[in-house]
Protein backbone atom coordinates (compact mmCIF):
# COMPACT_ATOMS: atom_id res chain seq x y z
CA UNK A 1 0.00 0.00 0.00
CA UNK A 2 1.01 3.84 -0.35
CA UNK A 3 3.36 4.96 2.72
CA UNK A 4 5.26 7.70 3.21
CA UNK A 5 7.15 7.47 6.61
CA UNK A 6 8.98 10.08 8.08
CA UNK A 7 12.56 10.91 10.52
CA UNK A 8 12.44 11.06 13.94
CA UNK A 9 11.77 14.00 16.23
CA UNK A 10 14.52 17.01 16.27
CA UNK A 11 15.33 19.35 18.75
CA UNK A 12 18.05 22.21 17.24
CA UNK A 13 18.98 25.28 18.54
CA UNK A 14 18.07 28.50 17.26
CA UNK A 15 20.04 29.32 13.96
CA UNK A 16 20.54 26.09 13.19
CA UNK A 17 19.26 23.88 10.02
CA UNK A 18 17.49 20.63 10.26
CA UNK A 19 16.67 17.95 7.54
CA UNK A 20 13.49 15.75 7.82
CA UNK A 21 13.14 12.78 5.54
CA UNK A 22 9.92 11.22 3.72
CA UNK A 23 10.74 7.85 2.63
CA UNK A 24 8.30 6.66 0.12
CA UNK A 25 6.54 3.04 -0.78
CA UNK A 26 4.00 1.69 -2.66
CA UNK A 27 4.13 3.34 -5.61
CA UNK A 28 6.06 4.86 -8.31
CA UNK A 29 8.31 7.28 -6.75
CA UNK A 30 8.94 10.06 -9.75
CA UNK A 31 4.93 9.98 -10.96
CA UNK A 32 3.76 11.66 -8.23
CA UNK A 33 4.61 15.12 -6.65
CA UNK A 34 5.75 15.77 -2.74
CA UNK A 35 4.55 18.26 -0.69
CA UNK A 36 5.63 19.89 2.63
CA UNK A 37 3.22 21.04 5.21
CA UNK A 38 3.46 22.57 8.84
CA UNK A 39 1.23 22.55 11.83
CA UNK A 40 2.90 24.46 14.72
CA UNK A 41 1.06 23.86 17.74
CA UNK A 42 -2.46 24.64 18.31
CA UNK A 43 -1.87 26.09 14.78
CA UNK A 44 -4.03 25.73 11.44
CA UNK A 45 -1.99 23.64 8.36
CA UNK A 46 0.43 25.61 6.25
CA UNK A 47 1.66 24.60 2.87
CA UNK A 48 5.52 25.09 2.56
CA UNK A 49 6.46 23.78 -0.70
CA UNK A 50 6.68 20.92 -3.17
CA UNK A 51 9.14 18.86 -5.79
CA UNK A 52 7.74 16.98 -9.11
CA UNK A 53 7.73 13.64 -9.64
CA UNK A 54 8.88 13.59 -12.67
CA UNK A 55 11.95 16.44 -12.78
CA UNK A 56 12.08 16.89 -9.57
CA UNK A 57 11.58 20.78 -9.91
CA UNK A 58 10.56 22.68 -6.90
CA UNK A 59 8.46 25.19 -5.75
CA UNK A 60 8.14 27.21 -2.37
CA UNK A 61 5.95 29.46 -0.40
CA UNK A 62 6.91 32.82 -0.66
CA UNK A 63 7.34 32.72 3.33
CA UNK A 64 9.83 30.17 3.06
CA UNK A 65 11.48 31.18 -0.08
CA UNK A 66 15.38 31.33 0.79
CA UNK A 67 15.28 29.47 4.33
CA UNK A 68 13.82 25.89 2.89
CA UNK A 69 15.41 23.67 0.28
CA UNK A 70 13.34 20.18 -0.72
CA UNK A 71 15.58 17.50 -2.39
CA UNK A 72 14.91 14.22 -3.38
CA UNK A 73 16.77 10.71 -4.04
CA UNK A 74 15.11 8.78 -6.18
CA UNK A 75 17.27 5.36 -5.67
CA UNK A 76 16.25 5.73 -2.10
CA UNK A 77 12.51 6.78 -2.87
CA UNK A 78 12.91 9.81 0.04
CA UNK A 79 12.66 13.27 0.11
CA UNK A 80 13.79 15.89 2.08
CA UNK A 81 13.19 19.18 3.48
CA UNK A 82 16.10 20.73 5.21
CA UNK A 83 15.09 24.50 6.60
CA UNK A 84 17.64 26.51 8.06
CA UNK A 85 18.15 29.84 9.85
CA UNK A 86 15.33 28.21 12.80
CA UNK A 87 13.78 30.13 15.15
CA UNK A 88 11.56 29.34 18.30
CA UNK A 89 8.41 30.23 15.30
CA UNK A 90 9.31 27.49 13.51
CA UNK A 91 8.65 25.08 16.31
CA UNK A 92 6.21 22.32 14.25
CA UNK A 93 4.67 19.24 13.07
CA UNK A 94 6.45 19.18 9.61
CA UNK A 95 4.43 16.59 7.30
CA UNK A 96 4.97 15.24 3.39
CA UNK A 97 2.56 14.44 1.57
CA UNK A 98 1.75 12.64 -1.80
CA UNK A 99 -0.13 15.11 -4.44
CA UNK A 100 -2.14 12.66 -6.60
CA UNK A 101 -3.96 14.60 -9.86
CA UNK A 102 -6.47 13.92 -12.01
CA UNK A 103 -7.41 16.02 -14.99
CA UNK A 104 -5.25 18.88 -13.62
CA UNK A 105 -7.08 18.79 -10.06
CA UNK A 106 -4.71 17.86 -7.17
CA UNK A 107 -5.31 16.55 -3.90
CA UNK A 108 -3.04 15.72 -1.22
CA UNK A 109 -4.00 11.32 -0.65
CA UNK A 110 -1.76 10.12 1.10
CA UNK A 111 0.20 11.67 4.15
CA UNK A 112 3.57 10.80 6.32
CA UNK A 113 3.14 10.41 9.87
CA UNK A 114 4.49 13.67 11.08
CA UNK A 115 7.92 14.94 12.37
CA UNK A 116 8.22 17.18 15.74
CA UNK A 117 11.09 19.66 15.17
CA UNK A 118 11.24 21.40 18.40
CA UNK A 119 13.25 24.55 18.35
CA UNK A 120 14.90 25.52 22.14
CA UNK A 121 18.04 27.01 23.44
CA UNK B 1 -5.66 33.83 -2.44
CA UNK B 2 -6.74 33.84 1.20
CA UNK B 3 -9.14 31.20 2.68
CA UNK B 4 -11.58 32.10 4.99
CA UNK B 5 -13.48 29.19 6.91
CA UNK B 6 -16.17 29.40 9.53
CA UNK B 7 -17.42 28.92 12.03
CA UNK B 8 -13.76 28.50 13.26
CA UNK B 9 -15.37 25.79 15.92
CA UNK B 10 -19.06 24.50 16.24
CA UNK B 11 -20.89 22.02 18.59
CA UNK B 12 -23.47 19.99 17.55
CA UNK B 13 -25.54 16.62 18.63
CA UNK B 14 -25.23 13.21 17.17
CA UNK B 15 -27.71 12.86 14.28
CA UNK B 16 -27.73 16.66 13.11
CA UNK B 17 -26.48 18.01 9.78
CA UNK B 18 -23.84 20.86 10.18
CA UNK B 19 -22.25 23.10 6.98
CA UNK B 20 -18.80 24.44 7.00
CA UNK B 21 -18.29 27.11 4.85
CA UNK B 22 -15.30 28.33 2.69
CA UNK B 23 -14.63 31.61 0.85
CA UNK B 24 -11.56 31.82 -0.92
CA UNK B 25 -10.97 35.37 -2.05
CA UNK B 26 -11.07 34.43 -5.23
CA UNK B 27 -12.36 32.33 -7.47
CA UNK B 28 -11.39 28.92 -7.99
CA UNK B 29 -13.59 26.68 -10.07
CA UNK B 30 -13.66 23.65 -8.30
CA UNK B 31 -10.00 23.67 -7.02
CA UNK B 32 -10.97 22.46 -3.79
CA UNK B 33 -10.67 19.99 -1.11
CA UNK B 34 -11.45 19.17 2.29
CA UNK B 35 -9.98 17.40 4.94
CA UNK B 36 -10.59 15.87 8.27
CA UNK B 37 -7.45 15.78 10.98
CA UNK B 38 -8.31 14.56 14.51
CA UNK B 39 -5.69 15.37 17.07
CA UNK B 40 -2.68 14.17 17.27
CA UNK B 41 -2.83 12.73 13.83
CA UNK B 42 -2.18 13.22 10.34
CA UNK B 43 -4.74 15.36 8.21
CA UNK B 44 -7.10 12.39 5.47
CA UNK B 45 -8.33 13.89 2.50
CA UNK B 46 -12.02 13.48 2.68
CA UNK B 47 -13.43 15.39 -0.81
CA UNK B 48 -11.85 16.30 -3.85
CA UNK B 49 -12.73 18.86 -6.74
CA UNK B 50 -15.11 20.15 -4.58
CA UNK B 51 -17.66 17.63 -4.29
CA UNK B 52 -16.02 14.00 -5.32
CA UNK B 53 -15.94 11.84 -2.34
CA UNK B 54 -13.06 9.58 -1.26
CA UNK B 55 -13.33 5.98 -1.83
CA UNK B 56 -14.36 4.87 2.00
CA UNK B 57 -15.12 7.92 3.14
CA UNK B 58 -18.91 7.94 4.50
CA UNK B 59 -21.76 8.91 2.40
CA UNK B 60 -22.90 11.18 5.06
CA UNK B 61 -19.86 13.82 3.97
CA UNK B 62 -20.38 16.10 0.99
CA UNK B 63 -19.25 19.02 -0.49
CA UNK B 64 -20.53 21.48 -2.92
CA UNK B 65 -19.54 24.86 -4.44
CA UNK B 66 -17.76 26.80 -7.02
CA UNK B 67 -15.61 29.99 -7.53
CA UNK B 68 -15.57 31.74 -4.48
CA UNK B 69 -18.27 29.65 -2.44
CA UNK B 70 -18.03 26.16 -0.96
CA UNK B 71 -19.44 24.10 1.91
CA UNK B 72 -19.10 20.78 3.40
CA UNK B 73 -21.76 19.20 4.71
CA UNK B 74 -22.32 16.36 7.50
CA UNK B 75 -25.82 14.81 7.33
CA UNK B 76 -26.55 12.83 10.71
CA UNK B 77 -23.20 13.55 12.46
CA UNK B 78 -21.68 10.36 14.69
CA UNK B 79 -19.20 10.67 17.36
CA UNK B 80 -16.12 9.53 15.22
CA UNK B 81 -16.70 13.18 13.04
CA UNK B 82 -15.06 15.07 16.01
CA UNK B 83 -12.44 16.78 14.52
CA UNK B 84 -11.13 20.19 12.96
CA UNK B 85 -11.58 20.84 8.94
CA UNK B 86 -9.86 22.13 6.39
CA UNK B 87 -10.72 23.29 3.02
CA UNK B 88 -7.17 23.87 0.68
CA UNK B 89 -7.00 25.38 -2.21
CA UNK B 90 -5.00 23.96 -4.89
CA UNK B 91 -4.11 27.02 -7.41
CA UNK B 92 -1.43 27.52 -4.77
CA UNK B 93 -2.05 24.78 -2.23
CA UNK B 94 -3.02 27.56 0.34
CA UNK B 95 -5.18 25.85 3.56
CA UNK B 96 -8.45 27.65 5.41
CA UNK B 97 -8.16 28.58 9.07
CA UNK B 98 -10.04 25.16 9.74
CA UNK B 99 -12.87 24.36 12.14
CA UNK B 100 -13.11 21.78 15.10
CA UNK B 101 -16.43 20.40 15.10
CA UNK B 102 -17.12 18.74 18.84
CA UNK B 103 -19.77 16.38 20.03
CA UNK B 104 -22.11 17.76 22.66
Known amino acids: QVQLVQSGAEVEKPGASVRVSCEASGYTFTSYAIHWVRQAPGQGLEWMGWISGGNGNTKYSQKFEGRVTITRDTSATTVYMQLSSLTSEDTAVYYCAREFTVADLGSFDCWGQGTLVTVSS | ?104
Open chain 2, 1 to 104: IQMTQSPPSLSASVGDRITISCRPSQSISNYLNWYQQKAGKAPKLLISAASSLQSGVPSRFSGRGSGTDFTLTISGLQPEDSATYYCQQTYSWGFGQGTKVEIE
